[in-house]
Nanobody
Framework: QVQLVESGGGLVQAGGSLGLSCAAS????????MGWFRQAPGKEREFVAA????????AYADSVKGRFTISRDNAKNTVYLQMNSLKPEDTAVYYC?????????????????WGQGTQVTVSS
């Protein structure tokens, strides 16, 4: 069992930056691939970024590529999402997720554990 707690959301102006953190419980954090997803009002939850167990492999949605960076610190049981050049369309609740496997995946149904989400609002 893994418990995930996100932090770092908030309100930022377009063009600004925001960093999200996701702290995981348990002693086997490095056996999980991690992902960030987001859900805007009235829309389905969508993939944002993922990272494999070691941090050596990452993947991004086309909409955030070049602007967002996912990373992890296995010693701290934490995964991060650095968001730069934010746009109003990035406004959503951002969720951290963990999957019981080592490699990145894009499909939310392949993730086993979810955080409660953190709101990110980008004003124009």
């Amino acid at each position: 069992q893994v418990q995930l707690v996100e932090s770092g959301g908030g309100l930022v102006q377009a063009g600004g930056s925001l960093g999200l953190s996701c702290a995981a419980s348990g002693r086997t954090f490095n056996s999980y691939a991690m992902g960030w997803f987001r859900q805007a009002p009235g829309k389905e939850r969508e993939f944002v970024a993922a990272i494999n167990w070691s941090g050596g492999s990452t993947a991004y949605a086309d909409s955030v590529k070049g602007r967002f960076t996912i990373s992890r610190d296995n010693a701290k049981n934490t995964v991060y999402l650095q968001m730069n050049s934010l746009k109003p369309e990035d406004t959503a609740v951002y969720y951290c997720a963990a999957r019981s496997g080592l490699q990145v995946r894009f499909n939310r149904h392949e993730y086993d554990y979810w955080g409660q989400g953190t709101q990110v609002t980008v004003s124009s």
